[in-house]
Structure formats: structure tokens, C-alpha cells
């Protein structure tokens, strides 16, 4: 998908379905033994960590990217822009359960032999929602 589609059409649209999640009582705000603090969002097969990006930077979010790839996580750990980003594969994430509000899977699913692993691994970490977008 070009660049241009993915900035201008998906990435928008994300924000919007996340934000739009959190107003809904979805992710915003949770509690956890305090004040309300804000969602965070696990952006699986982050790459070059554009999307973790746009969470942090369109949200004000807190993002963790991770991605299989330890050139593609140098890459993004380069780019900087707030988020942390870890090496990890989607069928094994270095998480444990329930353990951010959000999951993130865009244009990944399509790369992976274990659909059913990566998407008991989203489901496992993710206490709230998730978005995947192809």
C-alpha cells in the first residue's frame, strides 16, 4: 500500500476507531489502584514504528511497538517520536496477560503462518479491544 493511502487513509481511520473506543468507556481512563491513567497500546508488527507514532503523536498515548525484526526495531528505535519499541514475534509476545488496553495488528496478519497463535497471543495481552487492519 503506498504511503500516501496509508498516512491519509488508514492511519486516520485508527486513531478514529481508538479514540472514538476510549470516549465509548472502552480503553480510556482505566484505573489501576489510582487516578485514571491513559490507555496503553500495543502496536504488533510495528515495523518502522509509523503507526506506533501516530498513536503517541495523534492521541497523546502511550505506544509499545514490537516487531520480529531486529532491523526494522533499530529502525524505529532511529525514528524516535516517544514510543518504545521491543523485538518479539506475534506469536509470543513479551507480555503478560491483560496487560495493555489496546492492541494494534495493521497490515500484519497477512505475513503470518499461525493466525490462530498471533490472534490467542492479541487476545491474551490485550485487556480491552482491539484493531486489526488490513
Known sequence: MPTREYSELMIP????????HSRDGGAGGRQVGGPARMPLVLDVGTGEGQVARAV??????PVLG???SWTQVAEA?????GP???????????????????V???????????LAGV???LARCCARM???WW
Do not use: F, K, P
Open 13 to 20: 481511520m485508527l486513531l478514529e476507531h481508538l479514540e472514538g
Open 56 to 61: 503517541t503523536d495523534g492521541l497523546g498515548w
Open 66 to 68: 514490537c516487531d520480529l
Open 77 to 81: 528505535r532511529r525514528r524516535g517520536g
Open 84 to 102: 518504545l519499541y521491543l523485538r518479539c514475534s506475534a506469536t509470543a509476545l513479551a507480555l503478560s496477560g491483560s496487560s495493555v488496553d489496546a
Open 104 to 114: 494494534v495488528a495493521c497490515l500484519l496478519l497477512e505475513h503470518v503462518a499461525d
Open 119 to 121: 490472534l490467542g497471543e
Open 130 to 132: 482491539a484493531a486489526c
